[in-house]
């Protein structure tokens, strides 16, 4: 996996959790970003990174992202550490 599919992958859970209202309540209530600022902060590595943890938080929602995209659960947790990796340099 690379730094694109990594972004990719993070995109991909914030579609998942844009398309259920109470994920969504759930994790603007945790990250703290504005209904109105999720695009915006979707270009923010930092914020993909922080999508990837909402996931690495709650197992259940992890399963569930995992199984609605077809990937392995561990596949999350490469990307993240990749982000987070990434954005250190």
């Known amino acids: 996996m690379d730094r694109d599919q990594a972004?990719?992958?993070?995109?991909?859970?914030l579609?998942?959790?844009?398309?259920d209202p109470e994920?969504?309540?759930?994790?603007?209530?945790l990250s703290g970003v504005?209904?109105?600022d999720l695009r915006d902060s979707a270009a923010s590595p930092d914020f993909l990174s922080g999508v990837?943890?909402?996931?690495?938080?709650d197992e259940a929602t992890?399963?569930?992202f995992?199984?609605?995209t077809g990937c392995d659960p561990a596949d999350i947790i490469t990307a993240r550490n990749l982000l987070s990796r990434n954005r250190n340099d």
């Not at 994920?23 to 209530?29: E, G, H, S, W, Y």
């Not at 990837?52 to 938080?57: A, M, T, V």
């Open 34 to 36: 504005a209904p109105a």
């Open 66 to 68: 995992a199984a609605s």
């Open 23 to 29: 994920q969504l309540a759930r994790f603007l209530a």
């Open 52 to 57: 990837l943890d909402f996931f690495l938080g």
């Open 7 to 13: 972004e990719m992958q993070a995109i991909s859970g």
């Open 62 to 64: 992890l399963l569930a």
């Open 15 to 19: 579609q998942f959790i844009a398309g």
